[in-house]
DNA sequence: TAAGATTGAGATCTCAATCTTG
DNA sequence: CAAGATTGAGATCTCAATCTTA
């Protein structure tokens, strides 16, 4: 009486998990973009204007070191650059270079697609059916 | 108009799973295990014998020199041993050791009462339409 | 001291290259 | 050459410690 003791549900869940996140990510690949990337140049995107490291870290819900390296290779790749807050020179924000908004659009529309396919299993009434269940699982 | 693409139910989905295994990985913290290191070991548990490396990792769906890795953190926690197979010498099995055995049984019971919190939110109804509709997704 | 960012160390993962054995 | 495992490099993450500025 040794089984895999994960509860069915879970078990079904963390393989969905692994299953969509995967799907996306493969999507984004061909044009050089990853979840974590197209993530953070989007939320620059939805603000239209450099925002501080900070303000990033919390509205991703992850640590301040890591947007700190993930900015780092988004500079790298030319689709980010980093400018000082003259308000509070403490502060550092992260401003999409042309190319950077260019690659937001382009993983957005290979997302768009991506979720079609994805999405195109269930009918309409079935979605609706799974976002209320999943909201009601993360409970408050 | 440059809002967030992923449609609302992606959202949602990449949401709910992060929310789940994160709890599900702070209930196995205290005891010294990691989500990965708990599906190896029950791995070895359940079959309750040595397994080469290739066949964890084909069942872990990952790549060969991620199990390697892991296997190296876990014996360094002296949870599991490498055992040569006479029978070919290429293969590499991985072994239960008693404190392995014990620490996936405890991880077990973590995860129980952890699986318990989750899914107490949802009736036993709401439970089956979210398996069935995870299931659908994923497709055959 | 608080807050912002960074660095260093380490856990999980992937991929490509390599090495040994079949 | 195939298949098993490993190694090296790099992407994502976390945490603890550090450095600068408020």
Redesign the interface.
Known sequence: M?????????V??????????GR?DAALEPIGLSLPKYRLL??L??A?EPLPLRTLADHSSCVRSNITQLVDRLEADGLVVRVQDPRDRRSIRAELTPAGYER?VAG?KA??IA?QA??S??PAA??E???V???????A
């Open positions: 040794n089984e895999l003791p994960p509860d069915q549900i879970t079904q869940l963390l393989g969905a998990l692994g299953n969509v996140a996306l989007s939320q995107a939805a239209g937001q957005r997302l768009e979720e994805l999405l299993r269930l079935d979605r059916a799974l976002m269940l999943l909201g009601r699982l993360q409970g």
